[in-house]
């Protein structure tokens, strides 16, 4: 199924986002002072990291070749003005059209671009906040999602671990494989969850159903799953009738809006990013609902941010429509604070994100021909790009990960230390 | 020294604190009507709490007798009347004058009424919020400093522990005296900040001095350690000679935002709750002044809120002048968001502290006849009421312990987990 699909379908690619791109190679010339007048405007949006930028003409700005982590190779003028314009999206476009490239260590490139961007970022982006936030109602969440989650999970079985899991592992010691360290995170979870068998668990986003499945198989628990992408369901739901958990496992094709009854622990795991600022009273309403008022407890688990900024645009417009990562005070003000719930504790867990991405992006490089067999190569440079920067933003601090744990505000039946997570 | 004053210099008693209370016992007589409706007002404050009230003639609200958990038994009619007008204040004033008294366990009165008017608690208190904000200037902040740490270090080694630490300990397991689970709060405070020998260390807000003198012994490194109470500071120094660590730890009788210097490490335990929200940004300044800008490490220890509420206005008023526990949030969006700290790992002890507070009311009962000789009985049952308000206030949830760890936001020397904390 998913071999049927061009990046055309998955990433949306049309002229109006790439400029001239028509004009691919018709420019080919020595640069002119204009064109290098604009490199020097491309290059104050690298300013303090040591990247080198090459012209097709061969002309450069930037440190000299052998203190630079990388270059940026720019192949022709509509993508130089395209870049100097607007940078992030441009750069995303033209390199996986391949009218731009890069030359050296890409994750080190990105990584030092990104750290040298938080260093000179301003401050003020309160009016960036409200355009972040976008307005991910339940058509426009389910379009976000089919456009990342439903290109196909053969895709994802050549890069993921065994157990499919799409989110943050943790490599409680750091010989970890990834196969060993996605099970750790569920573990950690259900630690930090206390779950006790019979009880009830309603989870938030549950991917292709590894914790769900995890829960109720090691910790006797009774799981209702809401996602709203269907091939995951689907795998889920299958896994769990091969797994023979059908009955304590429940897979549900819904929005988190939608989630009725009753629940002990509530649990999200890498939803959070795609519900968007201006849903999160709504996501509160769901957990004031769904848990008991005088106990209950959950967890989320989600990309978040030191200073709210919204998402790299160039990830938010070709990767993850509607995402946006939190700080979190924007999850403690609009989802916890109002219904009096109470932090117990908060992990950080950036490191462990850098290392789960690069293991991804390392298997995804192995298994570049098969993905050349499914998609086309636009698909393919997009995807390094958004693996590779990913992985750079968690090591150069951009993008945290974040672990909260909550319980309600008059609740004494709380964990007396965390000895029962490092037991 | 300290038996020399009387609870009108540490309490600040005066006749404006009490209304009408030069009529104590004059109006004495059968309730009327009036006072009745009177009561029914006092009685709504307390919705949903399940305790009683009695008049001086016996005439009674609330539940009946058996199902109650208190009673609070009222001597006169000013009291009566300046109850229903401002039952915050004249509760705690009136009680600690003996014109109102508690019948029952005072804990788990405190206790019930605070879960109740947790519950009832409007959620718009932005107005509250800016009053709660107050203004610790330089002498305002060094006033109310005095107010409350000055009033004898003799009286406050009457009930805490060997090592003089008023703040949160931790019960690494339950069954801790008290002089342990101070120590092994220090341990978690320097295992938190992972300390190395001969690091420098800022301490803000140093109380008697007993963890900087522990970070230096235990931990090997150098500190300084700032506080404005004299009495405090003076006791720690003589601290620091006997223990022979003069040469290790310099205190320093000035205000936090002074403080100049660099260091590896900052910590402040039990401090930010006298800062005050709007100099917030003050301490911000004075964290990215000390610690280097690639490294550096923080540790905030403070009482703080679920939800944005200011410090009950009796303590606030005789107690700690010029306090107030903040939410995470509002700690996150000034201190440390703006200057791009990285919240590393967050743990809310709130038990602990109902344990701590459990232990030093325990301490203050069993030398109450040396607190008379020290002090009058106004004095005497102002304290008790405070430290039972306290305990209540941690039980009910209405007040949060937490700790927040956080490094610079591209420091990638942070600990891959929190193994290092439960060894």
């Known amino acids: 199924m998913a071999s049927e699909r061009t990046a055309g379908d998955v990433l949306r690619l049309d002229s109006a986002a790439t400029g001239s791109a028509v004009t691919i190679g018709s420019e080919l010339g020595p640069a002119r002072p204009w064109d290098r007048w604009l490199l020097g405007v491309v290059q104050r949006h690298l300013q303090g990291a040591a990247v080198r930028l090459r012209l097709w003409d061969g002309s450069a700005a930037g440190p000299p070749e052998a203190s630079a982590v990388g270059t940026i190779v720019i192949s022709d003028r509509p993508t130089l003005i395209s870049l100097a314009r607007d940078p992030d999206v441009t750069f995303g476009d033209a390199y996986m059209q391949g009218r731009l490239d890069v030359e050296g260590d890409l994750l080190a490139l990105l990584e030092g671009t990104f750290r040298a961007q938080r260093l000179n970022a301003s401050l003020h982006t309160d009016w960036l906040r409200s355009l972040a936030a976008g307005s991910n109602t339940l058509r426009r969440a389910r379009e976000n999602i089919h456009h990342h989650y439903d290109i196909g999970n053969d895709f994802y079985a050549l890069w993921l671990d065994r157990q499919m899991v799409y989110t943050c592992a ?14 750790a995170k569920m573990d950690h979870v259900c630690r930090k969850l ?3 068998p019979g009880e009830q668990v309603i989870e938030a986003g549950c991917g292709w159903g590894a914790l769900a499945l995890h829960m109720a198989q090691y910790y006797g628990v009774y799981v209702r799953a809401f996602n709203i992408s269907s091939e995951q369901i689907q795998f889920a739901r299958r896994r769990a009738r091969d797994a023979g958990l059908s009955e304590r496992v429940e897979f549900v094709e819904d929005d988190y809006r939608n989630v009725r009854g009753t629940c002990d622990a509530f649990v999200s795991v890498g939803m ?3 519900v968007g600022l201006d849903h999160y009273p709504d996501l509160a309403m769901v957990l ?16 978040g941010r030191n200073q709210a900024l919204p998402l790299n645009p160039w990830i938010r417009k070709r990767i993850f429509p509607g995402a946006y990562p939190p700080t979190l005070a924007e999850v403690f003000t609009r989802i916890l604070e109002p219904r ?14 850098a290392r789960t991405l690069e293991q991804w992006l390392d298997r995804f490089e192995r298994s570049i021909e098969r993905v050349h067999m499914m998609f086309d190569a636009a698909f393919a440079r997009a995807w390094r790009l958004y693996l590779a920067g990913s992985t750079a933003s968690f090591r150069a601090g951009s993008l945290q990960l974040f672990q909260v744990t909550f319980a309600r505000g008059g609740d004494n039946d709380v964990p007396w230390t965390r000895a029962h997570l490092h037991g």
């Open 272 to 274: 959070l990013e795609h």
């Open 170 to 183: 943790y490599f409680a010691d750091q010989a970890m494989t990834l196969e060993d360290a996605q099970l």
């Open 288 to 303: 004031n609902r769904v848990l008991p008022p005088d106990r209950g407890r959950g967890l989320l688990h989600f990309i």
């Open 340 to 353: 009096d719930f109470s932090v117990l504790d908060v992990e950080n867990l950036r490191l462990h994100y």
């Open 194 to 196: 206390r779950l006790r």
